[in-house]
């Protein structure tokens, strides 16, 4: 087997890494971006290892938001505020279509499991570091050798895994120990995350409260869907007339018909068309004749033969004609 991984359609660094993490009781990944769309491309390999921890060290953050490549650039920002941005960029790679799945709704369960048992730790670095370091602490069984890391391109990303052009080399026969002390000491200075009790929660309950994945009550979906649609329902005030027309024939002014007009009326200024579609019997034929009469322009009706109506105006379309003075 090479030693470099390219992301080739033969060997990836995703099939690589989930074939030491069944080898390995320890991770210690040291990348730019953390991104979960990454992560979980690990899900399964991590799912099969009950004791395996994973500890990551962020070097920029979570997003490649315009701001953190600023932070890398001057390299000034404080505790408070890399947490903060932290928190924030978490929230807007959630908030994507990419991670509103049934698939990661179940893997985000296992995650934060990861992250409450604190097997899965997360830090930001001192200050900035944009290296990529995957070093594995492997099983007492794997035969002559005890460790290995690989370096090179790749984030911790769905693309830098698998789908990228990427360059990184695996290296088990010298420097390993240099590699591990030097992530142990960027470890020790990193900015504490998720081992705070605090951060976690908050970080917690951003995942769970403010992004996709937060639980909804039947009712509280149902209240959600009537606001939005109650705010996108717009109307036009219809004339009395429209309304007199309409007793004058005996018809009794519903105020769903009302509102239909209303809506309808407004549909036809912003698109110059509106189709109206309902179960039999609750008045189409009604709406649309009030929605011509309130238009005030001269239109065409085109119906079956057998709709059209008596010459005495008494049934049908030229009913509806007669009454609604079209």
């Given at each position: 087997m090479s030693n470099f991984i390219s992301n080739s359609a033969n060997q990836t660094l995703k099939s690589r890494l989930k074939t030491l993490i069944a080898k390995s009781e320890e991770l210690k990944f040291l990348v730019g971006f953390f991104y979960f769309s990454g992560i979980r491309e690990l899900y399964e390999?991590?799912?099969?290892?009950?004791?395996?921890?994973?500890?990551?060290?962020?070097?920029?953050?979570?997003?490649?938001?315009?701001?953190?490549?600023?932070?890398?650039r001057t390299g000034t920002y404080q505790n408070e505020e890399e947490v903060f941005a932290f928190f924030e960029s978490i929230k807007k790679s959630f908030n994507t279509d990419d991670f509103d799945t049934k698939e990661f709704y179940e893997q985000v369960r296992f995650f934060i499991k990861l992250l409450l048992e604190d097997r899965l730790i997360i830090r930001k670095t001192e200050h900035p570091n944009h290296a990529k370091l995957y070093i594995f602490k492997l099983e007492e069984d794997q035969v002559g050798r005890n460790a290995l890391f690989i370096t090179g391109s790749s984030n911790l990303t769905k693309a830098g895994l698998s789908t990228q052009g990427e360059f990184n080399v695996e290296i088990s026969d010298y420097g390993v120990e240099d590699a591990n002390n030097y992530f142990d000491e960027l470890w020790r200075r990193a900015i504490i995350i998720t081992e705070k009790?605090?951060?976690?929660?908050?970080?917690?309950?951003?995942?769970?409260?403010?992004?996709?994945?937060?639980?909804?009550?039947?009712?509280?979906?149902?209240?959600?869907?009537?606001?939005?649609?109650?705010?996108?329902?717009?109307?036009?005030?219809?004339?009395?007339?429209?309304?007199?027309?309409?007793k004058q024939a005996g018809y009794t002014p519903y105020s769903y018909q009302i509102d239909a007009v209303g809506q309808a009326k407004a549909i036809v200024e912003e698109y110059n068309g509106v189709i109206i579609a309902d179960v039999v019997?609750?008045?189409?034929?009604?709406?649309?004749?009030?929605?011509?009469?309130?238009?005030?322009?001269?239109?065409?009706?085109?119906?079956?033969?057998?709709?059209?109506?008596?010459?005495?105006?008494?049934?049908?379309?030229r009913k509806y004609t007669e009454e609604f003075g079209l």
């Open positions: 390999s991590l799912k099969e290892k009950e004791n395996l921890s994973l500890k990551v060290l962020v070097g920029l953050n979570v997003d490649k938001a315009i701001w953190g490549l600023a932070e890398y009790h605090a951060l976690k929660e908050k970080l917690i309950r951003v995942i769970e409260e403010e992004t996709h994945l937060k639980q909804l009550t039947p009712f509280e979906a149902f209240a959600l869907v009537l606001k939005t649609y109650l705010e996108a329902a717009r109307r036009k005030d219809i004339s009395q007339s429209a309304i007199e027309k309409m019997g609750l008045g189409k034929s009604i709406i649309a004749s009030m929605l011509a009469h309130d238009l005030h322009s001269r239109g065409a009706i085109i119906c079956p033969p057998g709709l059209i109506g008596d010459k005495s105006k008494t049934t049908g379309w």
